[in-house]
């Protein structure tokens, strides 16, 4: 086996799995490609036939990206706004977000809503885009992204409460097993007033629910 295109190449992405860590580790490109390779080979596939040659250094790219989100600590992104005296629910509804399922390695994707009431202090709605973001590109449960993104927001804005709904299209659903395209899974997490109060909660799901 000669050397491929990529061969020695590591990219200097972060790594590690938790939440809140910033471990600093790489995302080994070679062993990737070595990976993609076995599986074309696996299938029963020629890995050197010309459309599939420089399919592995392709993919470990890709990986590289979609999983950049790994050993980021999402809650650097947020920059608490204080002084401001808003303190009603505040709601950025259709995030869009894309995933991949930690159980079989394909994409999840969907949109995700998030709500929250103020206590003093608030966040540029463009950096609550980059948590779910940040939150997706690692391998993921759509439970545990639902609750990552509210406790990054419980821990840097301290509001009264959050919520988060997350509603997903799995392609481990839609392409195989079960097989039910256009099955839509939605998730959510409560935290603070709107788990103690029903009707905040039952607000936020109305603005949520109207288009
Ligand atoms: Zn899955």
């Known amino acids: 086996m000669g050397a491929s295109a990529g061969d020695g190449l ?4 972060p790594g590690g799995a938790q939440a809140g860590s910033n471990r600093e580790t790489t995302v080994d490109l070679k062993k990737i490609e070595n990976g993609v390779r076995q599986i074309i080979e696996g299938i029963g596939e020629d890995a050197e036939r010309e459309g599939l040659r420089e399919t592995p250094a392709r993919v470990a790219r890709m990986y590289a990206e979609i999983f950049e989100g790994l050993g980021r600590d999402p809650r650097e992104l947020i920059k608490p706004l204080t002084g401001d005296k808003h303190d009603e629910i505040v709601l950025i509804k259709d995030i869009p977000f894309y995933s991949m399922c930690e159980h079989h390695l394909l994409p999840f994707l969907g949109r995700a809503h998030v709500a929250y009431i103020p206590d003093g202090a608030i966040s540029g709605l463009s950096k ?26 419980m821990n840097t804005l ?8 997350v509603e997903a299209e799995h392609l481990c659903m839609t392409m195989r097993g079960v097989r039910k395209p256009g099955a839509v899974t939605t998730t959510s997490v409560v935290r603070g007033i709107f788990r103690t109060r029903q009707a905040t909660r039952v607000e936020a799901m109305g603005l949520i629910r109207s288009s």
């Open 158 to 165: 301290k509001p009264k409460g959050v919520m988060v709904v």
């Open 128 to 153: 609550l885009a980059r948590v779910v973001e940040t939150v997706s590109r690692r391998p993921q449960l759509q439970e545990r992204l639902t609750s990552e993104i509210a406790e990054v927001l």
């Open 10 to 13: 590591t990219a200097a992405a």
